[in-house]
């Protein structure tokens, strides 16, 4: 695992104590003597690119003279990590991709409740665990993308028509142990049951152009040059590609087109990258104030920016690019910590469709 450390300055002790997180009186109360005095850094672990956060947390350090000591890897080593280093892990906040991920960490004990009037107030119910021990911090849209020579959109409807023989040797996915399409499959048990799930995931296997290989981009090439007609990706890699200056990023965006499922039901499935506090954070107040921080709607514009992903703090606008391909449109309301409660199903429903 790469670990990076970004260091900021220390700023005075006057300035911090001026810098109380915004917690509500109740969290306050309860959490006293953590934040009699206000701790002057922040440790966070993050499976996010530091592209895609250290300019937010460079903007938290700026404004509160707090520092942030930020370290990059993979979700799985840093859950490992976290694991081993128990209550003496440095670590205050774990940031991850997708609710799945989220719900484990919960599950392992790795998270603690943080009771935030502000993550409360601006963050939706259905993108933040119902204990409040993680929180969406930006969402997107796992989707269908279609060849525009091959396929009109009048013939796209939802995720379960995916499974209809029209569409036998004509799609591209990826395998059954991606946490995103475990998630897909678990909104699918959630809404339509085990049985249907199953008969729905023995129809996609059926229907795939190729045996599963790659990432989303994978799959959207895929469809871009013609060796499937549609793939399930999720939305902001395309957005990648429509932002790319590369040739081919630009000719693979040109021949294809996105299409959001379940606009007449219940909405397309969408997930979250998000965050939690560690259990054994030894920095909490300023952990609740960078977790504040991340909601704002400075930082939110940066994700909706940056990575072409969708705000969740309602009234954040979007890139220019992510309202070419359509928005807003109907979200699936389901709450995500759902998926995570369901992903052991979802992986075992995969096995007996014979989903590799």
């Known amino acids: 695992m790469t670990v990076r450390l970004s260091l900021f300055a ?45 300019p937010v947390l460079d903007q938290f350090s700026k404004q509160t003279g707090i520092k942030v000591n930020l370290v990059t890897g993979k979700a799985d080593a840093l859950f490992t990590r976290l694991q081993a280093e128990g209550q003496d892990s440095p670590a205050d906040i774990l940031v991850t991709t997708d609710a799945g991920r989220l719900h484990r960490a919960k599950a392992a004990g790795l998270l603690q409740s943080i009771e935030s009037k502000t993550l409360i107030e601006r963050i939706p119910a259905h993108l933040r665990d119902p204990d409040n021990q993680w929180y969406g911090l930006s969402s997107r849209a796992r989707v269908v993308f279609y060849n525009k020579e091959k396929v009109s959109a009048d013939e796209l409807s939802s995720y379960e028509d995916l499974a209809n023989q029209k569409w036998r040797g004509r799609i591209c996915i990826r395998s059954s142990s991606n946490i995103y399409n475990q998630s897909l499959m678990a909104s699918l048990i959630a809404h339509n049951g085990e049985e249907k799930a199953l008969a729905w995931a023995k129809g996609v296997v059926a229907n795939m152009a190729r045996p599963p290989k790659g990432n989303d981009r994978g799959q959207m090439s895929g469809a871009a040059i013609g060796e499937c007609d549609i793939a399930i990706a999720n939305t902001y890699y395309f957005g990648k590609w429509l932002a790319s200056t590369d040739a081919q990023d630009q000719e693979y965006a040109s021949k294809v087109a996105v299409f959001y499922p379940n606009q007449t039901g219940r909405g397309a499935h969408i997930n979250v990258s ?38 969740v703090v ?31 199903d979802a992986v075992k429903l995969f096995d007996k469709a014979g989903w590799k």
């Open 314 to 344: 309602e009234g954040t606008p979007v890139s220019d690019i992510v309202k070419s391909w359509g928005y807003p449109f109907k979200v699936d309301q389901l709450n995500l910590d759902t998926l995570g409660q369901l992903n052991a």
């Open 10 to 54: 220390l700023i005075s002790s006057t300035l911090l104590s001026a810098c109380s997180p915004s917690s509500d009186s109740k969290d306050q109360a309860g959490q006293k003597e953590v934040s009699a005095i206000q701790s002057s850094e922040v440790n966070v672990y993050s499976y996010r690119k530091e592209a895609l956060i250290k």
């Open 274 to 311: 998000g965050a939690g506090l560690v259990k054994h954070s030894k920095n909490k107040a300023s952990a609740i104030q960078l977790l504040e921080f991340l909601a704002n709607t400075e930082s939110q514009t940066f994700y909706a920016q940056a990575n072409h992903e969708y705000p």
